[in-house]
């Protein structure tokens, strides 16, 4: 069943009238950058996601505050959709354009406002690096503690809007445990303060339910994160083991003895393999799986849990455990790891990166599943695997030339994180559900919860005009795709009229 | 008491709640009734609906029927060698696990540890619709829908019944070590900015008008490092027990108890009465006869906001939202709670 927007499944559409909507943007905000031509819009038709496309009915890139606040308005009065977009590196499409609807680009709002030290925070515009953040505050020997893979490029505005994560959650927390304060705008065009400059705030907690929302309900135009002392040392331990299941209990030995690292991440032979090749980080290929241990701190306690580590890891198996001897090598043994996705993409023409977390304990299983999955429907899965957090990161190897082979990647995706669901995880960990797994909510959520978050969505949107489709399914679609998923003879939505 | 699922009857009586139009008083211990405004209701108790659901502590996820005694929690995760970060005050031997999702308080820990929504993975809620329903879960990442778990720590019970709740534990730290410097407050302020920048294992500070207190939490090296930077004299670390139950002689005062919540770094504030500075500046309890709106414009104008700890002390316990911000919360009231009946004006006349 395809993601894209299906006005029969997913709700009728406004008809947005473009030139009348042109016309008016021009003479209401003359200054704006406003694309419309086919050849102007063809750039920003995907996102991350990029198999899937849809060209915009128009593009708008304002550089003012005032100017998002009146295309709001307007976008409001005439109720046409708009699509939030930051640097447009999200995985899940959340940023999927609309043919009836303005794709709003924040890229240009891309200004450090404030840093300051002795408060620990920095005020940024949303279309601001993830990483620049970190780099403005370096001097200060401050840095933001959240890094998801893309931080190169991706930008805090869509960080918020995802709630994103990256490799070092387990100890520093996601996206929404590091910010103090956004400013939005609703989808009427009202300004409004979340969070405040303390650490809490009055009334409820809007700033959490707002992190990871998918643009939904908002559009952020400010972002006041928290900064963090940067750690004295980091050092990385890298441990083999002949097999996939004595790495996964590795993982619970090193908790259980009391240690967080600051990183724990995990990879299969196929991706050890493919890493190997691209970087040569020196990882054994030769073993089933490995585990890079990352341990931050004050000197004497990183020293300390080396050692603690070390013989947990021998403890548990492995066939060898390596320390990283100096900076050089421990920054190549992350890099193995965080090329993890471009090698894989070295080894097969296309990939398809999954992102479903689990409660670790089901590690084993899960993974046998997923090489069931993989020999039947005939392709090759790699797993990277953020071992601290539980956040799998399945990448199914195919080639989109091959007729049928997007399809069935498509198809044993929706089965891993089905499967995910199965064992008491969740289809997303920090990618989002945008339009990509659209379907899998339908899984992992009943329609009376569904029901609740349209609830939720209609307290700030009520006319749905901010990125419809996006990240809550319709019950109508949860019908129609319950319809083709019959477990055991009962439809997960029973009580629901049938199209 | 035993372990026990009372979710239905819970179920069945917002059932009966929602059909008669009755507004509800949720209430656990009922050691935390004196913060929010009075809720005139039918009681609805949550304390039949106790036990630990499931527990493994490799995986750092505890997962707690709301009535369940707080201490009975803490036990559990304590013979475990891990705790709850947040160090959620009691306020009573009677405190549940729903009373502190449900007001959101933390301890000395937070600024460093995150506050009890911080904490929160998945919670189990009965909605305005009659329905128990499951946002969230046990893992650490999960971004699939809307986070209404966390929305729902510090909401008074103003959106629903919540019911069950899954939590990120952490190991205990191997060494605490507490440290009495004697230094006065403009002092203590500046030097916790200071430190703030720097990777030192603080893990709480407080100054009670006397002197600065702290605790060091890490590992030994880390500890005994800051212990032979830092100086002072060795505390006893009851005074963090004592400061997180309000039981310090400061609390003894008579006059209103307002806990003020400002920006890390913000100066000594100037108002009538005594002051004690905790999570290294960023909460501030006053005792203080001065009028709301006093403390409330003093407050904002440096970011802040208050909220008063004395029950019935004036009308609007919390600070009052701003238009906008008070409007959407109606909204969100009116659409999870359509008919009002979930702790009405526990935290605004309005919600």
Redesign the interface.
């Given at each position: 069943m395809s993601i894209l927007y299906d006005e029969r499944v997913d709700g009728p559409l406004p008809r947005v009238d473009k030139p009348a909507l042109l016309a008016e943007l021009r003479a209401q905000l003359p200054d704006l950058d406003v694309l419309h031509s086919p050849e102007d819009l063809k750039p920003y038709e995907c996102d991350g996601l990029s198999a899937y496309r849809t060209t915009p009915l128009l593009v708008v890139l304002p550089e003012r505050l005032e100017q998002v606040q009146s295309l709001l308005q307007i976008c409001h009065r005439r109720g046409v959709p708009v699509v939030a977009r930051g640097a447009g590196t999200g995985l899940s499409g959340g940023a999927l354009p609309l043919e009836q609807g303005i794709l709003l680009v924040l890229a240009r709002f891309n200004k450090i406002l404030e840093i300051?030290?002795?408060?620990?925070f920095a005020r940024v515009q949303p279309g601001v690096r993830n990483l620049a953040i970190s780099q403005a505050a370096a001097p200060?020997?401050?840095y933001y503690a959240p890094d998801p893979s893309s931080q190169i490029a991706c930008s805090i505005g869509g960080n918020v809007a995802?709630?994103a994560?990256g490799v070092h959650?387990?100890k520093y927390?996601?996206t929404?445990?590091n910010l103090l304060k956004v400013e939005i705008l609703?989808a009427s065009g009202?300004?409004?303060?979340l969070g405040?400059?303390?650490?809490?705030?009055?009334?409820?907690?809007?700033l959490?339910?707002f992190?990871?929302?998918e643009g939904?309900?908002g559009i952020v135009t400010e972002v006041t994160v928290k900064l963090l002392?940067?750690?004295?040392v980091a050092k990385v331990l890298l441990a083999a083991f002949d097999s996939v299941e004595k790495a996964g209990r590795a993982v619970?030995?090193i908790?259980?003895a009391?240690?967080?690292p600051g990183g724990l991440e995990m990879m299969d032979n196929l991706a050890i393999r493919a890493a190997e090749d691209f970087i040569h980080a020196g990882y054994p290929v030769d073993a089933e799986a490995i585990l890079l241990c990352e341990l931050d701190?004050?000197?004497?306690?990183v020293?300390?849990?080396c050692e603690r580590v070390r013989a947990v890891l021998e403890q548990a198996g492995a066939t060898e455990v390596r320390l990283a001897r100096d900076e050089a090598e421990r920054v190549r043994f992350w890099a193995g790891r965080k090329n993890a996705f471009p090698a894989v993409g070295r080894i097969s023409p296309d990939y398809y990166c999954m992102d479903g977390?689990?409660?670790?304990?089901e590690l084993p299983g899960v993974l046998k599943g997923i090489a069931e999955l993989s020999a039947e429907y005939g392709l090759r899965v790699a797993n990277v695997f953020?071992a601290?957090?539980?956040?799998m990161h399945p990448l199914i190897l195919f080639d989109a030339n091959q007729p049928g082979e997007l399809e069935r990647a498509e198809a044993i995706g929706g089965k891993i994180l089905e499967l995910c669901v199965k064992v008491?995880?969740?289809?997303?960990?920090?990618?989002?559900?945008g339009r990509e797994?659209i379907n899998q909510?339908c899984t992992?959520?009943?329609s009376?919860?569904?029901?609740?978050?349209h609830?939720?969505?209609?307290?700030?949107d009520p006319k749905g005009l901010l990125n419809p489709g996006k990240?809550?399914p319709t019950l109508h679609r949860c019908a129609e795709f319950g319809a083709m998923h019959v477990h055991h003879g009962q439809l997960p939505f029973p009580d629901l009229e049938r199209f | 008491m035993h372990d026990f699922d009372a979710s239905a009857a819970l179920l069945e009586q917002v059932n009966q709640a929602l059909n008669s139009s009755t507004p509800l008083r949720i209430q656990g211990g009922n050691s935390k009734a004196f913060l929010g405004r009075k809720v005139v209701g039918e009681v609805l108790d949550t304390r039949a609906h106790r036990g630990i659901v499931s527990y493994?502590?490799?995986?750092?996820?505890i997962t707690v029927r709301t009535g369940t005694p707080l201490a009975e929690l803490q036990a559990v995760l304590d013979a475990a060698?891990q705790m709850l970060t947040c160090e959620p005050p009691h306020l009573g031997a009677t405190a549940t696990v729903g009373g502190m999702l449900a007001t959101?308080l933390s301890g000395p820990r937070?600024?460093w540890a995150?506050?009890v929504?911080?904490m929160v993975l998945g919670t189990r809620l009965i909605?305005g619709?009659g329905?128990q329903?499951?946002?969230g879960?046990?893992?650490?990442?999960?971004?699939?829908?809307?986070?209404?778990s966390?929305?729902l720590?510090?909401?008074f019970g103003?959106?629903g019944v919540i019911t069950e709740v899954s939590l990120k534990v952490?190991?205990?730290p191997?060494q605490s070590l507490s440290l009495r410097l004697q230094l006065d407050a403009e002092h203590a302020l500046a030097k916790l900015?200071e430190w703030?920048?720097?990777?030192?294992?603080i893990s709480a500070a407080s100054h009670d008008g006397q002197a600065l207190h702290l605790r060091l939490e890490?590992?030994?090296?880390?500890v005994?490092?800051a212990r032979e930077r830092l100086g002072g004299e060795p505390l006893d670390p009851l005074y963090w027990q004592q400061l997180n139950e309000q039981e310090l002689p400061f609390f003894r005062d008579p006059r209103p108890l307002w806990r003020l919540?400002?920006?890390?770094?913000s100066p000594l504030l100037t108002l009538p009465g005594e002051q004690l500075i905790d999570?290294g500046g960023?909460?501030r309890w006053l005792k203080s006869s001065a009028s709301a709106e006093a403390i409330r414009t003093a407050v904002a104008a440096v970011?802040?906001?208050a909220?008063c700890y004395t029950a019935g002390h004036c009308d609007s316990p919390?600070?009052?939202?701003?238009a906008?911000?008070?409007h959407?919360?109606r909204?969100?009231k009116?659409?999870?709670d359509p008919q009002g009946i979930f702790n009405p004006g526990r935290?605004?006349a309005e919600v």
């Open positions: 300051d030290p002795a408060g620990r200060y020997g401050l995802e709630n994560g959650c387990l927390g996601l929404v445990h609703t009202e300004r409004m303060t405040s400059d303390a650490l809490d705030s009055p009334g409820f907690d809007l959490a339910l992190t990871g929302s939904m309900l002392p940067k750690p004295q619970g030995d908790i259980a009391g240690i967080i701190g004050v000197e004497a306690d020293q300390d849990e977390t689990i409660p670790r304990r953020h601290g957090d539980g956040n008491g995880g969740s289809i997303t960990g920090e990618h989002g559900v797994k909510m992992q959520f009943n009376d919860e569904i029901t609740l978050f609830a939720v969505k209609a307290a700030f990240n809550i | 493994d502590p490799t995986e750092l996820v060698g959101g937070r600024p995150g506050a929504r911080d909605t619709f329905k329903l499951r946002f879960g046990e893992v650490m990442k999960n971004v699939a829908g809307y986070d209404l966390r929305l720590a510090g909401s103003c959106l952490l190991p205990k191997r900015s703030g920048q720097q990777p030192l294992p890490g590992g030994e090296g880390s005994a490092a919540s400002l920006a890390n770094n999570w960023a909460q970011g802040g906001h909220s919390f600070q009052p939202l701003a906008p911000l008070l959407y919360h909204q969100l009116a659409q999870l935290m605004y």
